[in-house]
């Protein structure tokens, strides 16, 4: 999902999945391949909102997005792209995209790039014999939209390449695609998330053996201080404040998706939402979720408008995999340069059952918690982020396993 429209939620492809072999996968584990590490750069646009109608939302809200190279092509073209677990293709304007939002970024061009070709968008394979493919693809945000061709050539992410699809966009809306300052995406979802089999770039690196292990981890910054940065083939223990624990990808969405199974204020269950799933999702930079709970949390969580109790705001807590994980105040609330303005950052989106009640974990979860996506086992891990300026004893704070807790208390 694109950091500037947490809507595409709603239109987003949600095709049923092929359910790969774990056995198979997880065989693979101690295979040889490659690591790399991508560094990624840190883009914070203040926008203005208008009062909402409930008057939740109003004043400035500060919108992140963290990008970083690739290469398409050979020889390669580099272009920009937010590493998103969101969506399931890579995109990136062609050279005959002619709209204004194509215009102010990097266009592949496939006149440079000999072993390029098209092929068809709903991933079905075809012979040089055949006609070739004249697939078009329409891709619906929130506030805009792309069409565009199915191609395929050389794929690279440092110096770990694979021949892969990706869709070269014709089309690009003005809004909000000239505002960004990357190129485009390359979607890190699970399989039902992207157009086939050919178009999954950690699907196919996995099923080849490319990485050391079967999956990518994210480590966000919180200050300009620090390097961010997405890992394919590995995880980085110096990124890394608390042990690591694993959640099973709860359903097929194409979402990296787990239950939540209740929300805290300072570690005590408030029954608001047992029901509900979380995407944590690398390219937004809000924390969503549904209306109702949203609406219930802004009063429980009482944050002033001045800003006056913002020092004495609780700790707020979402308990997945049997521990409770916290966000700061400075997480959770949208704070104005000088202190003189606050509000609860949490944005209400209503998914109607089945696929909701549904949360969307973004930017400011991930800069206090480092994720691991594992492919072969279908699991999301989470541990705390390792940052220069923390405070080591507020650590043990952020992550608590309520189930030593509860065997302790039972003692």
Known sequence: MLAWSITFILTAHLATAHEADVAHHAAHEARSGSSVSVALEKRVVAMQLSTSTDG???GVV???????????????????????????????????????????????????????????????????????????????????????RCMQDTICVGNICDRGSFIAATYESRNPFKSFAFDGVLGLGLLSMSQGDDFNFMHRLSGKGSLRHPRFSVFLSDSDAEQSEVTFGDIKQEHLASSLFYVDVARDSGYWEVQIE????????????????????????????PSFVVEELAKKLNVLVDCSNFNELPKLGFVIGGHILNLEPNDYVDKEEHDSR??????????????????????????????????????????????????????????????????????
């Open 342 to 411: 606050c509000d609860v950052s949490l944005m209400p989106l209503d998914v109607p059952p089945p696929k909701g009640p549904l949360f969307v974990f973004g930017i400011p979860f991930l800069q206090k918690f480092y994720t691991v996506y594992d492919e072969a086992n279908k699991q999301v891990g989470f541990g705390v982020a390792k940052h220069a300026h923390q405070d080591p004893s507020l650590l043990s704070t952020l992550l608590v396993d309520i189930r030593t807790r509860n065997s302790t208390a039972g003692l």
């Open 62 to 148: 500060h919108k992140t997005a963290f990008f970083g190279k690739m290469t398409i092509g050979s020889p390669g073209q580099s272009f920009s792209v937010v590493f998103d677990t969101g969506s399931g293709n890579l995109l990136v304007p062609a050279e005959d995209c002619n709209s204004e939002a194509c215009k102010v970024h990097s266009r592949f061009l496939q006149a440079k790039s000999p072993n390029a070709k098209d092929v068809y968008c709903d991933g079905t394979p075809y012979t040089e014999k055949q006609d070739a493919p004249h697939d078009e693809v329409t891709i619906t945000f929130g506030t805009g939209e792309i069409w565009g």
């Open 56 to 58: 939740m939302r109003s």
């Open 262 to 289: 209740d929300i805290t204020i300072d570690n005590h269950p408030l029954e608001l939402c047992t029901d509900c799933f979380v995407a944590v999702d690398t390219g937004t930079s809000e924390l969503a979720g």
